[in-house]
């Protein structure tokens, strides 16, 4: 339980690094962000619970 937990926090580490660098800076304050980075986490958390080749 330890390892999944450590994983998702590298996933999500990951995946706002990567959107940080997509969004623009504008517009997206420090209540927003957070929430784009877990709507962004929970789709390809689906993904990857679904089988699909796109998160694997």
Do not use: C, W
């Amino acid at each position: 339980m330890v390892e999944r937990k450590a994983t998702r926090e590298i996933v999500n580490r990951e995946i706002q690094f990567f959107t940080a660098d997509l969004l623009p800076r504008t517009g997206y304050d420090r209540v927003i962000f957070p929430q784009k980075v877990d709507a962004t986490f929970h789709y390809f958390y689906e993904l990857a619970q679904l089988g699909s080749g796109v998160a694997a």
